[in-house]
């Protein structure tokens, strides 16, 4: 994929550092913050943190495409060395499913909302907790392949570029 853009900078990008991570720190925000509003929602009684909740959930649902897509790119220019690669698979995997778990889960509150806007079942509440457990899960393995494995950073794209990793 290097080969179509003719300048990367010294993180192996065409534009000056990941955007990845930025669109995908949203979305961990936006799904952690709907499930808590839902949480807390759900157990004092005060409904209008539903409308928090669903909110949140949209523009989430929204903004993980969007991470996807960046991460796709991004993924395709790190030229992952093999110790990376199982862990940038599974991210992707998990990303890929995570960005349809999400909309699944925010259509269905979608009709719970039409249905009855003040009431979230009991359901719900757990597939918002499996949710933020997936999520949490990405977030692991995301900083595995930043803060061990070094992807985009300027020395491990080096030692790629010298042969030194392989």
């Known amino acids: 994929m290097q080969s179509l853009f003719t300048s990367l900078n010294d993180h192996n990008l065409p534009y ?14 936006m799904v952690l913050f709907a499930f808590f509003c839902d949480l807390i929602g759900y157990f004092t009684g005060r409904t209008q943190l539903f409308e928090v909740g669903w909110w949140n959930m949209c523009v989430a649902t929204l903004a993980v495409f969007v991470a996807v897509i960046f991460g796709q790119f991004e993924a395709g220019l790190a030229e992952p060395y093999d110790l990376a690669k199982a862990v940038l698979n599974q991210h992707t995997l998990i990303g890929w499913s995570l960005s349809g ?11 719970l909302r039409t249905r009855n806007p003040h009431q979230l079942p009991i ?18 393995l995301g900083d595995q392949l930043v803060w061990v494995y070094g992807l985009h950073t300027v020395p491990v794209v080096e030692a790629i570029k010298d042969g030194l990793l392989p």
């Open 123 to 140: 359901h719900y509440m757990a597939a918002g907790f499996v949710l933020t457990l997936i999520v949490s899960m990405q977030v692991y």
């Open 16 to 29: 000056p550092d990941t955007l990845h991570p930025i669109v995908v720190h949203f979305v961990i925000a």
């Open 101 to 111: 778990i999400l909309a699944a889960i925010t259509a269905w509150r979608y009709v």
